[in-house]
């Protein structure tokens, strides 16, 4: 018998085509969502600590480098959880009879919708 | 023919009993509108290089066997067309993410055992024939598998996954997908033992949802998809172990 050959697999493959690197980004959006987990954890502490030390935080983070660190992780979950509830329907089909629910009516019932109802409600939770 | 227009192919060769390594070969062909890029090679093979190895039978998406890969995109060669291209070469080289054994022809073994593996075909715990009637399926049953069933085995998702290229263990798109399948079918009886091998490390969780798998599919199969199910099915299986050891209640 004689030998085959075996291309070598390159550590960098995610450069070689824009598909894989938008998959990497996709994980890579994750990492910001749990570094604001963490600060969020970080938040309850201080919130546990009283009122002096919550508006004493409160002030740290008005400044420009945590407002830019908000709004990444903002634009990082936003990223993730849309890519995510587009890919739902694909993972969770739904059928009726023989046919199977359009991809953007599951997604809607599934993401976007509940999406939507969670976020009013926080939001007049905050606004009353 | 006076000005006739010609394409060039750039294409990987390797004969291993002459071969320290891989080389390219450039060859220029006329260049048709009506022809795809397994027509081109065909014309090579007929005309000017009879050494050229490559794998192709039906020249209509339906074997399976003519995957190659066209300007580093998997792709059956019987289904992309020169004119796609031209006025640019076109590079082909075989399928990505499996060993080559002479030109564009890989060694698909692993492929095959992989695909047996995962147990394709329909088990039944009682008799497993037709001697009691055939087993019945509705339109609606069959809807929920159907998909998966046009696949072709042409490989092409695993030249796509790059979980298949850093591990090559991994069950890969297709032979999941399959499993899949026999999973939804109606019929059958066999998710337990299907389940097995499929839960271990290199099967559906090794997946980690790239998805190009489902993107270089010809047949729509949606490799990817059918594996977010199955990694569905794994955790309630998972968890079902908790409640319900395994074997128990049998
Ligand atoms: S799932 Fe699609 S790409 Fe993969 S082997 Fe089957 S037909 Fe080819
Ligand atoms: S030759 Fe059969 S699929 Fe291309």
Known sequence: MTGKYHRPHKWNWFLSKPAYMLFMIRELTAVFIGAYLILLLIMLAKLGGGEAMFSEWLVVLRSPLWMGLHFIALVASLWHSITWFNLTPRAMPFFIGEKRLADPLVATAMGYGPWLVISLVILWGVLR | ?250
Not at chain 2, 94 to 103: G, I, K, Q, T, Y
Not at chain 2, 168 to 180: I, R, S
Not at chain 2, 209 to 220: A, D, H, I, L, T
């Open chain 2, 1 to 250: 023919m006076p000005d006739e227009k010609t394409i060039t192919l750039e294409i990987f060769r390797y004969h291993p009993e002459s071969d320290a390594g891989p080389r390219f070969q450039s060859y220029d062909v006329p260049y048709n509108e009506d022809w795809v890029v397994l027509d081109a090679i065909n014309w090579i093979k007929d005309t000017v290089d009879g050494t050229l190895t490559y794998r192709w039978s039906c020249r209509m998406g339906v074997c399976g066997s003519c995957g190659m890969m066209i300007n580093d995109e998997p792709k059956l060669s019987c289904a992309v067309f020169l004119k796609e291209y031209y006025p640019n070469p076109i590079k082909v080289e075989p399928l990505v993410n499996f060993p080559v054994e002479r030109d564009l022809v890989i060694d698909m073994d692993g492929f095959m055992e992989k695909l047996q593996s995962i147990k394709p075909y329909i088990i039944r715990d009682d008799v497993n024939d037709t001697s009691q009637g055939e087993y019945k399926q509705s339109p609606a049953e069959l809807a929920h598998y159907k998909q998966y069933t046009m696949c072709i085995n042409c490989m092409l998702c695993y030249s796509a996954c790059p979980v298949v290229g850093s591990e090559p263990d991994f069950l890969g798109p297709a032979a999941l997908a399959l499993g899949h399948r026999y999973n939804k079918d109606s019929r059958d009886q066999g998710f337990d033992q299907r389940m097995e091998k499929m839960m271990e490390h290199e099967a559906v969780w090794g997946c980690t949802f790239v998805g190009e798998c489902s993107v270089v599919c010809p047949k729509n199969v949606d490799p990817a998809g059918a594996i977010q199910q199955a990694k569905a099915s794994a955790a309630q299986e998972y968890f079902k172990g908790f409640i319900m050891p395994r074997g128990a209640g049998k």
